[in-house]
């Protein structure tokens, strides 16, 4: 009885943690010894263009070429995601987002992952 109450309880919560997901509460999720981190290569347009290319390998198909998302996947050119910290940005790109299909890229090596958000510092935010 006790296990149906708790798949019963999940199931009635599953829907909220999806909606918090969606507007930015991961932000509130990451610690604050991460958020403070900052990227070693912060300006440096080599690692911005390196960072490109990782984008392009690994963050395209969902995002988009343009970074401006797809198949209901969210634009990274976004206020949010602009105002977000490299720490917070790192922090994420480590663990992901299970509630909205973000995988955890904790296998690419923590070097790449600073690549990438350099990457996205050089982007534009978008005009939608």
Not at 14 to 35: N, Q, T, Y
Not at 39 to 68: I, M, R, Y
């Amino acid at each position: 009885m006790k296990k149906l109450l708790a798949l019963i309880a999940l199931i009635l919560c599953s829907p909220a943690l999806l909606i918090g997901a969606s507007d930015g509460k991961w932000l509130h999720r990451v610690p604050d010894e991460d958020r403070a981190r900052h990227n070693p290569f912060a300006g440096q347009p080599s690692a911005a263009a390196a960072g490109k290319v990782l984008f392009q390998e690994n963050c395209a198909k969902c995002h988009g070429t343009d970074a401006l998302g797809l198949h209901n996947r969210p634009s990274l050119r976004s206020e949010r995601i602009h105002n977000a910290t490299d720490g917070e940005l790192a922090w994420m790109l480590k663990n992901g987002n299970p509630y909205k299909g973000m995988p955890p890229w904790s296998s690419l090596p923590e070097q790449q992952r600073w690549q990438v958000i350099a990457y996205l510092r050089t982007l534009p935010l978008s005009v939608k």
